[in-house]
């Protein structure tokens, strides 16, 4: 059976930046940076982006388009006999599903605080019902449910249509209409009495806020804002020709990214600045503190409306990414048609779903970490701190290895067609210092997580001394 191919170089592009791009950029990226002290955390983010992001990303596009496969099969077409490196296809396509187990809940609070906004029920109100919306969401075994299903349905119904007709043509539009959205709330953001102050916040870079949390911050947003790790890259690699390098479009990939993640923060920290929301508020400066800004905004029903539309826009592209890799790895291993493998691998993430879309409220009984923890952030704890580091550290010693698929073949991949070109120099810095570095991130990152109120293993081993 020939191999799908998209119809495009600008939907290969814009299907590889909305993969990359969802809550990482416009949910996570705004309120790091408010936590970790605005322009310098940008700045590191920006840097570690491009020695970190963007080396992985080459590595998962050129597995994809040598291959011809999906990240299911892509290490058995290039792995020499008796090797073993496919053993990752197959835990990329259940870090898939983990993944898209807690992240169809959080698309799902999109799309219900765009419904609400259109509504009318999120605007002139108090501040304290507007601050109680996103706990009496979470609180509702039905609209969490609902909201989860939908996006699961239309993700699938999307992507039945095949990767030309389906795929590719809605994701070129959302992902377009997207940009004009994000270019038009910041617009409107810079309009704010509090602009100033909260532009200044933001890109003036204040050096002596950097310190080792701050640093580490950054490395980590910049590594997992991409996705990286478990094949969601290396799916598009495959419907690829070979007409361009992979170099000059995975830079326009991450610029692409970096675009929307900056502009979120030009649309929040004015607003934020402008009625007294604190930007360093967390994970809840998205629905809350923006829900209490378009409540007191002028026209505050019609910029949350699209605020919210944006924010769907951007979860959703991220959605049919990864759904169209789990739809190839599963299509592969069976032989069953798209439509087929749709309806099942459909039905199977509905199920998988519920337990963090009920986690909130019937099954809020299981708390797997800290106070307060849930389904979402079990499932976030395997994907985000597990899967992605270590399945990148894979992808990137497989191509640098000769054990592997070899440097040599791995930088004919990438410099195959017209565009920018790689040389041997980066083989030092691929080989062995990148591994390290992700390696220290994994590290950290499990060293530092709260299992309980009262313990991280760093926490522990600092208490051995």
């Known amino acids: 059976m020939a191999r799908d191919r998209l119809g495009s170089r600008l939907g290969f592009i814009l299907l590889s930046a909305g993969c990359a791009i969802g809550c990482g950029n416009v949910w996570k990226f705004p309120w790091m940076a408010g936590q970790y002290g605005g322009g310098a955390f940008v700045v590191l983010y920006l840097i570690f982006l491009v020695i970190l992001g963007l080396p992985v990303m080459l590595t998962e596009f050129a597995v994809g388009r040598a291959s011809q496969q999906s990240p299911v099969k892509a290490y058995q077409k290039l792995e020499k006999p008796g090797q073993k490196w496919h053993i990752h296809g197959y835990v990329s396509l259940v870090a898939n599903f983990l993944l898209m187990m807690f992240y169809t809940s959080v698309t799902g609070w999109m799309i219900h605080y765009f419904v609400s906004f259109v509504k009318g029920d999120m605007t002139g109100i108090s501040n304290e019902a507007s601050a109680s919306l996103f706990g009496n969401m979470l609180s509702n075994p039905a609209i969490m449910v609902g909201f989860m299903a939908v996006v699961v349905v239309l993700g699938f119904l999307v992507l039945s249509f095949g990767v030309q007709k389906g795929l590719e043509r809605v994701t070129k539009y959302m992902m377009l209409a997207l940009m004009a959205l994000i270019v038009i709330l910041a617009v409107n953001s810079f309009t704010l009495s509090g602009a100033k102050e909260g532009l200044t916040f933001y890109l003036k870079p204040d050096f002596s806020k950097i310190d080792g949390n701050v640093i580490v911050g950054a490395m980590n947003q910049a590594f997992f804002t991409l996705s990286l790790g478990i094949g969601s890259m ?84 991220t959605i049919i990414a990864v759904f169209e890799n789990i739809l190839a790895c599963v299509s592969e291993l069976t032989g069953w048609s798209r439509k087929k493998t749709c309806l099942i691998c459909g039905a199977a993430l509905l199920v998988l779903s519920l337990p963090c879309a009920l986690g909130f409220n019937l099954l809020s009984g299981f708390v797997p970490f800290n106070s307060g ?89 600092k208490g051995l001394f």
Do not use: H, Q
């Open 373 to 461: 923890s849930s389904f979402l952030d079990l499932w976030d704890f395997l994907v985000s701190y597990c899967a992605l580091p270590l399945g990148s550290l894979c992808y990137v010693l497989f191509v640098t290895r000769k054990k592997g698929w070899g440097f040599d073949n791995f930088l004919n991949e990438v410099n195959a067609g017209k565009g920018m070109k790689i040389g041997k120099w980066i083989r030092p810095y691929m080989a062995y210092v990148l591994p390290l570095i992700i390696i220290a991130l994994f590290l950290v990152g499990i060293s530092t997580f709260p299992f309980t109120d009262n313990f991280t293993i760093w926490g522990w081993i």
């Open 234 to 317: 290396a799916i598009f690699g495959s419907y690829l020709g070979k007409d361009r390098s992979l170099l000059g479009e995975s830079v326009n990939i991450i610029a692409l990214d970096t675009f929307v993640a900056i502009f979120a923060g030009l649309i929040i920290f004015p607003a934020c600045f402008t009625f007294d929301v604190e930007p360093g508020a967390g994970p809840s400066l998205l629905f809350v503190a923006m829900a209490k800004v378009f409540n007191n905004m002028d026209g505050g029903r019609i910029w949350g409306s699209l605020f919210f539309l944006f924010m769907t826009f951007a979860a959703m592209s």
